[in-house]
């Protein structure tokens, strides 16, 4: 059946909830404590899936490229943690340019959150204990490996996934070499409030000199 985009975007409503209150006077002096509280409240109001997130990156021509991923950790010690594989087209990306961004949009609160600044790579160690730590259905995709390689066909797809399930369930411990741990340490992070009125509430925080500086931004 078709669909009239323009009559359909038009119905869509905003925010037809109660929304929390924010106060940026109080919020804490860094952006971490700030996140784990906004992610308990997402996860408290029944936010789907609110561990996924966008990840933004550049290629090496500087074109930009985006895409969704887990979020895996956050730490003072290693920033915002994700794991992809290092020769996928955001592994080849970061390493290129370790520049990133990431973005969580939890609609069932109107909250988002933008994160800046440049990505490391973890040990070989680490990677692995991160991927133990996985689902087994993790475990297989990684095995399956290539991501971002031209697929011929599904059934190639379908081949290699029912392998890579068998034995991740006979080898729970198998490695994948090019599964990689990655930490995004922020320069700047933005904490967005939405509100029904769009008296939106912008908070930011900016890192100067090793020390957090908040700033609060027109909508």
């Not at 904490?191 to 008296?199: L, N, S």
């Amino acid at each position: 059946m078709d669909h009239d985009l323009d009559a359909l975007l038009r119905t869509q409503k905003v925010w037809d909830t109660e929304l929390p209150e924010f106060d940026p006077s109080v919020a804490p002096e860094e952006p971490l404590a700030l996140f784990a509280e906004w992610f308990a409240a997402a996860v408290a109001a029944g936010q789907t899936e609110p561990h996924t997130m966008a990840l933004a990156t550049v290629d090496e021509e500087g074109a930009p490229d985006v895409r969704t991923v887990m979020l895996h950790g956050a730490d003072a010690s290693h920033g915002w943690s994700f794991a992809t594989h290092s020769t996928s087209r955001k592994g080849r990306q970061l390493a290129a340019d370790p520049r990133a961004a990431l973005h969580f949009y939890w609609a069932a609160q109107a909250r988002q959150i933008r994160l800046r600044g440049t990505v490391a790579t973890d040990s070989a160690t680490a990677s692995r204990a991160d991927l133990r730590a996985r689902s087994l259905g993790a475990l297989a995709s990684a095995l399956v490996g290539r991501q971002s390689e031209v697929l011929s066909s599904l059934d190639e797809l379908h081949s290699a996934s029912d392998a890579a399930w068998q034995r991740a369930q006979e080898e729970p411990d198998a490695a994948a070499p090019s599964w990689t741990l990655y930490h995004l340490h922020p320069t700047e992070a933005e904490f967005f409030q939405g509100d029904a009125r769009r008296r939106h509430v912008r908070l930011n925080y900016r890192k100067v000199g090793g020390v957090w500086r908040r700033e609060l931004l027109w909508p």
